[in-house]
């Protein structure tokens, strides 16, 4: 399996029960480690971008109005299998549906306020990293890592 990036965002619900920190656990836990992270504060034209896949969908301007209702930590997860093991870390959209000992099932309130986002494919990293993060802002560990 090959070395990937993805992109990961704590959501609002999450940031405001001051629990960022336990979200942070499970990435390093299942050996993705954080290259980049920022928080930040979604505009609603960022949000409604960010999210622009679901405009048709009924759910999409409650989803714009919870993703700006407060700030936001967005990282880029590094590791093995990266984009599949991060999904699989983070457990159902729908917090009823994932498993016991995923994040959503741990700290989601419900289907939206499910306290995390993870990107879905290769070609959707990519495109999410590069919302968040320029190349420069993407921290090389493993080179600088032998110390660790
Ligand atoms: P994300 O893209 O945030 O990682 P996901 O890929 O599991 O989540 P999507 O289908 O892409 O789920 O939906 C994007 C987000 O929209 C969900 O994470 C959730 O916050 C919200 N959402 C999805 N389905 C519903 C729904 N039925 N009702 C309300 N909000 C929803
Ligand atoms: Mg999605």
Same mark, same amino acid.
Request: one cysteine or more; glycine letters at 6%; hydrophobic letters at 40%.
């Given at each position: 399996? =090959? ?17 960022? /920190? ?14 980049? =992270? ?11 971008? $960010? ?18 209702? +407060?700030?936001?930590? #967005?990282?880029?997860?590094? +590791?093995?299998? *990266? ?7 983070? +457990? =159902? ?7 016991? +000992? ?5 700290? *989601? ?8 986002? /993870? ?11 590069? $919302?968040? $993060? ?9 080179? #600088?890592?032998?110390?660790?």
């Amino acid at each position: 399996m =090959a070395i990937e990036r993805t992109l990961s965002m704590v959501k609002p619900d999450v940031v405001g029960k001051n629990m960022i /920190g336990k979200i942070y656990q499970r990435f390093e836990a299942a050996g993705l480690q954080i290259v980049a =992270a920022r928080m930040m504060r979604l505009s609603r034209p960022e949000a409604e971008r $960010f999210y622009a896949v679901h405009r048709h969908k009924p759910f999409y301007r409650s989803l714009v109005e919870f993703m700006t209702c +407060g700030p936001i930590m #967005a990282q880029v997860l590094e +590791g093995e299998d *990266a984009i599949r093991k991060n999904r699989e870390v983070m +457990g =159902a959209t729908n917090p009823d549906d994932a498993e016991p +000992g995923t994040i959503r099932a741990d700290f *989601a309130t419900n289907v939206e306020q499910n306290a995390v986002h /993870g990107s879905d494919a290769p070609e959707t990293a990519v495109q999410e990293i590069a $919302f968040f $993060f320029s190349n420069e802002q993407i921290c090389e560990r493993r080179a #600088a890592d032998s110390r660790a």
